[in-house]
């Protein structure tokens, strides 16, 4: 695509992180465009996957990356969300990571800074009766692919 290798998609994660830290610390827009920044990192750090196992330059191969997901439930709870975002719910009719078909960002906190244009959110999922909060699951899931990455000298 474009020129780009897996690379770019590990890439594109990191910014999408920082895209969601910022959504933590305060940023332009309301609520929808903080959930936006969310489901967009929640899409992204899941397609990692596919763009590793598609490019042949990586080495990567399905099973490995599979295997990197299915044994951890932080990975397992981002597949879920971002496939609850594209598909606008998880299809009962379908198996889930979490095992939870009502996988989903169930709230969030705000501030608002009045007169800035600017407000902090905090989201929290919720999956399996735990309630967990959006920017720790982003952080795990950026550090648990950072690490399956270096382990094969990729990065």
């Known amino acids: 695509m474009l020129g780009q290798d897996w690379s770019s998609q ?7 992180l920082e895209d969601v830290r910022a ?17 967009s990192f929640f899409e992204t750090v899941h397609h ?50 979490t095992g939870d078909h009502s996988t989903e960002i169930a709230r969030n906190d705000v501030v608002v800074y009045v007169g800035t244009g600017t407000s ?8 399996g009766g735990k309630e967990d909060d959006v920017l720790q699951i982003a952080e795990q899931a950026v550090n648990q692919w950072r690490v399956f990455l270096s382990g094969r000298g990729l990065i």
């Open 120 to 127: 902090a959110h905090r989201f929290y999922t919720a999956s």
């Open 23 to 39: 959504v933590y610390t305060g940023a332009p827009g309301g609520t929808d465009a903080a959930i936006d920044v969310v489901l």
């Open 10 to 16: 590990w890439q594109r994660v990191g910014r999408r």
């Open 48 to 97: 990692l996957k596919d763009w590793l196992t598609n490019d042949p330059t990586s080495g990567v191969t399905s099973s490995q990356v599979h295997s990197l997901i299915d044994g951890s439930p932080v990975l397992k709870l981002c597949a879920d969300l971002a496939n609850g975002s594209k598909h606008f719910k998880l299809d009962p009719q379908r198996r889930t990571q």
